[in-house]
């Protein structure tokens, strides 16, 4: 592939995810501004948020994040220099060794919830009804992890071949089911939360059903092969282990603000959730996408031994990426400043020194 097509086909695959990437953010959009209107911001939705964020924690660590970092480009080095049979076989060894990781760890989050709950939001436990609430949705959703994270290892697989929207898209399954869970389901419940823990989970097992039609249309549904002696599993592991503490370090801040958050009234973390959700907006919509895109044609650069071409990709993709972001970076900003200015609602509302 020439470096002109290199870089249309890295353009093509951001903008591919971005646009798929946006409209589950939308609909994510929606999904909050739906939960907020029926629930608000109540102790009950800050039990509903920290339960949420368990799985979620666990998920940055071990699914979506590490998978990416680790699997994507020992897949691809093994398609490239080895071809697709040796590449299925690696893929099903990895698959075998998930089913047995994500199995383990999903039993142990739900039997050990209250060790959980106590450990991340440990100002629950003076409110035995929250703390009850919390631990009954951590084994609800708990399982989401088992779902995410096979969700995310099929991701990998079309990724490597260069197949970029639907994984892009399966979120929005999630967004659907709790939409329809909080419309149709939740008020046949004693306690509506649940149904939205419910929803949880089954949107992560919709999040693989969605990638499954493209897998087989690639050819690479794959049954689990436990190998666990396969150079390319050893090989992920030891990737593995870097990318998750990668991944912790931007975690800790997290863990320490749900801490902190689980001692404020009620409501704060729901408050908190919200506002992360506009933080990362952005980054999801033009950080991942790129990331998401531009990594398989680095690893194939690497396994091929092309350094030049690996730096130019690298490089294109880094332009590209500020082209994009920088004026984002200026909008979001203009913009914030414009909506919190005192003039926009009045000085009554802001006593004391302006901000400006």
């Given at each position: 592939?020439?470096?002109?097509?290199?870089?249309?086909?890295?353009?093509?695959?951001?903008?591919?995810?971005?646009i798929?990437?946006?409209?589950?953010?939308?609909?994510g959009?929606?999904?909050d501004?739906?939960?907020?209107?029926?629930f608000?911001a109540t102790g009950l939705?800050?039990?509903?948020f920290?339960?949420y964020r368990?799985p979620?924690?666990?998920?940055?660590?071990?699914?979506?994040?590490s998978m990416?970092?680790?699997f994507v480009?020992?897949?691809t080095?093994?398609?490239?220099?080895?071809?697709?049979e040796n590449?299925?076989?690696?893929?099903?060894?990895v698959?075998?060794?998930?089913l047995?990781v994500?199995?383990?760890?999903?039993?142990?989050?739900?039997?050990?919830?209250p060790?959980?709950?106590?450990?991340?939001?440990?100002?629950f436990i003076?409110?035995?009804?929250k703390f009850?609430l919390t631990v009954?949705?951590?084994?609800?959703?708990?399982?989401?992890l088992?779902f995410?994270?096979?969700?995310?290892?099929?991701?990998?697989?079309l990724?490597s071949l260069?197949?970029?929207?639907i994984?892009a898209?399966a979120?929005?399954?999630l967004?659907?089911?709790?939409?329809?869970?909080a419309l149709?389901a939740a008020?046949?419940?004693?306690q509506p939360?649940?149904?939205?823990g419910?929803?949880?989970?089954?949107?992560g097992a919709l999040?693989?059903?969605?990638?499954?039609?493209s897998l087989?249309?690639e050819?690479?549904?794959?049954r689990?092969?436990?190998i666990l002696?396969?150079?390319?599993?050893?090989?992920?592991?030891k990737?593995?282990l870097?990318a998750?503490?990668?991944m912790?370090v931007a975690?800790i801040?997290?863990?320490v603000?749900t801490?902190?958050v689980?001692y404020?009234?009620?409501?704060?973390?729901?408050?908190?959730?919200y506002?992360m959700?506009?933080?990362h907006?952005p980054i999801?919509?033009?950080g991942?996408?790129?990331?998401?895109?531009?990594?398989?044609?680095?690893s194939?650069?690497a396994?091929n031994?092309?350094?030049?071409?690996?730096?130019?990709?690298?490089?294109f993709?880094?332009r590209?990426?500020?082209?994009?972001t920088?004026?984002?970076?200026f909008f979001?900003f203009i913009t914030?400043?414009?909506?919190?200015?005192?003039?926009?609602?009045?000085r009554?509302?802001?006593?004391g020194r302006?901000y400006y």
């Amino acid at each position: 592939m020439g470096k002109t097509d290199d870089r249309r086909s890295v353009a093509k695959a951001a903008g591919q995810i971005s646009i798929a990437t946006s409209g589950s953010r939308i609909l994510g959009f929606i999904r909050d501004i739906l939960l907020a209107k029926i629930f608000g911001a109540t102790g009950l939705t800050d039990a509903f948020f920290i339960a949420y964020r368990i799985p979620n924690l666990f998920r940055e660590l071990f699914a979506e994040g590490s998978m990416s970092a680790a699997f994507v480009p020992v897949f691809t080095e093994t398609l490239t220099k080895e071809g697709r049979e040796n590449a299925r076989k690696l893929a099903s060894a990895v698959l075998a060794f998930l089913l047995l990781v994500l199995s383990a760890l999903s039993t142990l989050g739900i039997l050990f919830a209250p060790l959980i709950v106590s450990a991340i939001a440990p100002g629950f436990i003076s409110s035995p009804e929250k703390f009850s609430l919390t631990v009954k949705l951590t084994r609800i959703m708990f399982p989401f992890l088992f779902f995410i994270s096979l969700a995310a290892f099929a991701k990998g697989i079309l990724n490597s071949l260069k197949q970029f929207f639907i994984p892009a898209l399966a979120p929005i399954f999630l967004n659907l089911a709790i939409i329809s869970s909080a419309l149709l389901a939740a008020p046949h419940f004693t306690q509506p939360l649940l149904a939205i823990g419910l929803a949880v989970s089954i949107g992560g097992a919709l999040q693989i059903a969605i990638q499954v039609p493209s897998l087989l249309k690639e050819r690479f549904m794959v049954r689990p092969s436990l190998i666990l002696n396969h150079p390319g599993l050893r090989k992920i592991l030891k990737l593995l282990l870097p990318a998750i503490i990668g991944m912790g370090v931007a975690q800790i801040n997290i863990f320490v603000s749900t801490i902190f958050v689980s001692y404020l009234s009620g409501g704060a973390a729901t408050y908190l959730y919200y506002a992360m959700r506009f933080v990362h907006l952005p980054i999801g919509i033009f950080g991942v996408a790129m990331a998401t895109a531009v990594l398989p044609s680095l690893s194939e650069h690497a396994a091929n031994g092309d350094n030049d071409a690996l730096r130019d990709t690298f490089s294109f993709s880094l332009r590209l990426l500020f082209f994009i972001t920088l004026p984002a970076y200026f909008f979001f900003f203009i913009t914030a400043a414009f909506l919190y200015h005192p003039a926009c609602y009045g000085r009554a509302n802001y006593p004391g020194r302006s901000y400006y």
